[in-house]
């Protein structure tokens, strides 16, 4: 076989039970990539193809550093190929089999990556269900990359939700038992990867897989926490055995919460290894340069150029790919952190214009960001607050024009319920109060609310001449009574044809148009606001840069395209 679809085919990586992999060139491009087929026996097998279609749907819509890229999908022949990223390198299968004797660091900078692929796949609601040494693979550089989707749950369908899907050493005890599986059953997996990859032995071992499920399944059984390593990092058996407990509720509830426990143990052992590395004296050429660029590294962090020091943590990582790794992962750390502290502050400036439902959108791209963070907790609690105070105010407003119309049960309703959410509301007590008074203007109230709506003041120009155009206009002056600016404009605008040097139709369409162009700018401001919140960056970009077009100066559009500048 010398090409499949455009691709040359360049070497066998591998062939296994859901398809072979070559190493293949993009003629087009240039590029190496890795070239996965059906199994050749699968045949017409709708199951085979679907996975097979389903891998390259959950991970062609991920993108992220530490998740295989799809760079295409075609069919050759009746047989179907997926074009990913080639990642040359090992996969975890191999060094566990190989058992290398790799550095305590570089396992647990692994970890780190994984956890953060998967986080992210699980953000965009895709849960792996199969993850396992063999389907992590770490290129010569120490970056890592998840593969294999193709037994993926899309957590937004009904597909595939139960039954023994995984592989047994790996599997959650939930999957083992055929229940419904989440994101929580994938943390399970990622702690038994953990677990043999610091230990060179499986959690749970058995003479038949039968056997190795069952202990997955007991309760009662646990992995010895004895063989993982802690001298340095006496934390790690803690953090890998509560990824794997049995109950799903007591496990960590989101990678981002693993990836914390881990990036803690390393800050809380730098400072005892940066000790030992200066007890064991004079360094090579080699050392002096990875001092200097952790010394740079530093200075940029000190000084708030979190992506410069990025950048460097780079060059450090090809000398020291731990330091580096370690380095990294505390400054992406800090990046979320600032991030975090932006949106914050656009979720405030929101809440301060009375945007509520706005910046709770902008809350919960938050808590995406920084799960469980203090600083979530404290804006969504402030959101509420300030939600049940203003819907309570609004109620009161309610009862009020309710007491003048006369709406005695309905004004007492809105009374009660703003107490509800405010019980020392002062007006709220005083309506209820006065309910006795409103009884008995109720009547007279309720003519008063019959009335034909007041006539409609006349312009200081002087009405048009042409009855059609002030039939126009005053339609349109309803319209603006009532805030609705973009009905009004089609109305003046006519009018204006018909009486075209009038000075006050001039006036009301100059003051439409305006206020129809805020009402657009509002509009696309809230749906870049939604592409946002659903991490869509660059139809947010979009949006929001039309409505930048409108009005150049709006603020909240403005901040919104800071933000995602920043991303």
């Given at each position: 076989?010398?090409?499949?679809?455009?691709?040359?085919?360049?070497?066998?990586?591998?062939?296994?039970?859901?398809?072979?992999?070559?190493?293949?060139?993009?003629?087009?491009?240039?590029?190496t990539?890795a070239?996965?087929?059906?199994?050749?026996?699968?045949?017409?097998?709708?199951?085979?193809?679907?996975r097979?279609?389903?891998?390259?749907?959950?991970?062609g819509?991920?993108?992220?550093?530490?998740?295989?890229?799809?760079?295409?999908?075609?069919?050759?022949?009746?047989?179907?190929?997926?074009?990913?990223?080639?990642?040359?390198?090992?996969?975890?299968?191999?060094?566990?089999?190989?058992?290398?004797?790799?550095?305590?660091?570089?396992?647990?900078?692994?970890?780190?990556?994984?956890?953060?692929?998967?986080?992210?796949?699980?953000?965009?609601?895709?849960?792996?269900?199969?993850?396992?040494?063999a389907?992590?693979?770490?290129?010569?550089?120490?970056?890592?990359?998840?593969?294999?989707?193709?037994?993926?749950?899309?957590?937004?369908?009904?597909?595939?939700?139960?039954?023994?899907?995984?592989?047994?050493?790996?599997?959650a005890?939930?999957?083992?038992?055929?229940?419904?599986?989440?994101?929580?059953?994938?943390?399970?997996?990622?702690?038994?990867?953990?677990?043999?990859?610091?230990?060179?032995?499986?959690?749970?071992?058995a003479?038949?897989?039968?056997?190795?499920?069952?202990?997955?399944?007991?309760?009662?059984?646990?992995?010895?926490?004895?063989?993982?390593?802690?001298?340095?990092?006496p934390?790690?058996?803690?953090?890998?055995?509560?990824?794997?407990a049995?109950?799903?509720?007591?496990?960590?509830?989101?990678?981002?919460?693993?990836?914390?426990?881990?990036?803690?143990?390393?800050?809380?052992a730098?400072?005892?290894?940066?000790?030992?590395?200066?007890e064991?004296?004079?360094?090579?050429p080699?050392?002096?340069?990875?001092?200097?660029?952790?010394?740079?590294?530093?200075?940029?962090?000190?000084?708030?150029?979190?992506?410069?020091?990025?950048?460097?943590?780079?060059?450090?990582?090809?000398?020291?790919?731990?330091?580096?790794?370690?380095?990294?992962?505390?400054?992406?750390?800090?990046?979320?952190?600032?991030?975090?502290?932006?949106?914050?502050?656009?979720?405030?400036?929101?809440?301060?214009?009375?945007?509520?439902?706005?910046?709770?959108?902008?809350?919960?791209?938050?808590q995406?960001?920084?799960?469980d963070?203090?600083?979530?907790?404290?804006?969504?609690?402030?959101?509420?607050?300030?939600?049940a105070?203003?819907?309570?105010?609004?109620?009161?407003?309610?009862?009020?024009?309710?007491?003048?119309?006369?709406?005695?049960?309905?004004?007492?309703?809105?009374?009660?319920?703003?107490?509800?959410?405010?019980?020392?509301?002062?007006?709220?007590?005083?309506?209820?109060?006065?309910?006795?008074?409103?009884?008995?203007?109720?009547?007279?109230?309720?003519?008063?609310?019959?009335?034909?709506?007041?006539?409609?003041?006349?312009?200081?120009?002087?009405?048009?001449?042409?009855?059609?155009?002030?039939?126009?206009?005053?339609a349109?002056?309803?319209?603006?009574?009532?805030r609705?600016?973009?009905?009004a404009?089609?109305?003046?605008?006519?009018?204006?044809?018909?009486?075209?040097g009038?000075?006050?139709?001039?006036?009301?369409?100059?003051?439409?148009?305006?206020?129809?162009?805020k009402?657009?700018?509002?509009?696309?401001?809230?749906?870049?606001?939604?592409?946002?919140?659903?991490?869509?960056?660059?139809?947010?970009?979009?949006?929001?840069?039309?409505?930048?077009?409108?009005?150049p100066?709006?603020?909240?559009?403005?901040?919104?395209?800071?933000?995602?500048?920043?991303?």
């Open positions: 076989m010398e090409r499949i679809g455009k691709y040359k085919i360049l070497s066998l990586i591998g062939r296994g039970g859901m398809g072979t992999v070559y190493e293949a060139l993009d003629p087009v491009l240039q590029r990539v070239l996965k087929t059906m199994p050749a026996d699968a045949g017409d097998s709708t199951e085979v193809r679907a097979f279609a389903r891998e390259a749907q959950a991970a819509g991920l993108r992220h550093r530490n998740i295989v890229t799809v760079y295409d999908v075609g069919e050759e022949r009746g047989q179907p190929y997926i074009a990913m990223e080639y990642v040359a390198g090992t996969d975890l299968e191999k060094v566990i089999q190989e058992r290398r004797p790799l550095a305590l660091e570089w396992k647990i900078d692994v970890l780190r990556q994984v956890c953060e692929g998967l986080a992210h796949a699980h953000r965009s609601g895709i849960v792996h269900r199969d993850i396992k040494p389907n992590v693979r770490v290129s010569v550089e120490g970056e890592v990359r998840i593969v294999d989707f193709g037994i993926a749950l899309f957590q937004s369908s009904g597909m595939g939700r139960t039954g023994h899907v995984g592989t047994p050493h790996y599997m005890p939930e999957q083992v038992a055929g229940r419904p599986v989440d994101s929580r059953s994938d943390i399970f997996s990622v702690g038994a990867v953990a677990y043999e990859l610091l230990a060179y032995r499986k959690p749970f071992e003479d038949s897989l039968s056997g190795v499920m069952s202990r997955i399944a007991d309760p009662g059984v646990a992995p010895d926490p004895t063989a993982l390593p802690g001298a340095d990092y934390g790690l058996p803690g953090v890998v055995l509560k990824a794997m049995k109950d799903p509720a007591q496990r960590y509830q989101s990678l981002d919460q693993m990836r914390d426990g881990l990036a803690a143990l390393v800050r809380a730098a400072p005892r290894l940066l000790a030992r590395e200066r064991a004296g004079p360094r090579p080699a050392a002096e340069e990875v001092a200097r660029l952790a010394s740079d590294v530093e200075r940029a962090r000190a000084e708030g150029r979190l992506q410069q020091a990025l950048r460097l943590c780079g060059r450090l990582r090809e000398l020291d790919p731990v330091r580096g790794g370690r380095l990294a992962a505390e400054i992406e750390s800090e990046i979320r952190e600032r991030e975090a502290e932006q949106i914050a502050a656009l979720a405030l400036g929101y809440a301060a214009d009375g945007e509520l439902e706005l910046a709770s959108k902008i809350t919960a791209r938050l995406s960001l920084v799960p963070s203090a600083r979530h907790r404290e804006l969504k609690t402030y959101l509420e607050e300030e939600a105070r203003r819907t309570a105010d609004a109620l009161i407003a309610t009862a009020q024009e309710h007491l003048v119309l006369g709406n005695l049960q309905e004004a007492l309703a809105a009374a009660d319920e703003a107490l509800s959410l405010n019980p020392s509301h002062e007006v709220a007590r005083e309506i209820r109060q006065r309910a006795a008074q409103v009884i008995a203007t109720r009547e007279r109230s309720r003519d008063a609310a019959l009335d034909p709506p007041a006539p409609l003041p006349p312009l200081p120009e002087g009405d048009p001449v042409s009855v059609e155009a002030s039939a126009l206009l005053e349109a002056r309803r319209l603006l009574r009532e609705a600016p973009q009905e404009l089609p109305l003046l605008e006519r009018a204006a044809q018909i009486e075209s009038h000075a006050g139709l001039q006036r009301i369409l100059g003051l439409t148009r305006r206020e129809a162009r009402a657009e700018v509002d509009r696309l401001v809230g749906a870049a606001l939604d592409h946002f919140v659903r991490n869509e960056y660059a139809d947010a970009r979009r949006v929001v840069e039309a409505a930048l077009a409108l009005s100066k709006d603020r909240k559009a403005g901040e919104l395209r800071s933000v995602l500048g920043k991303i």
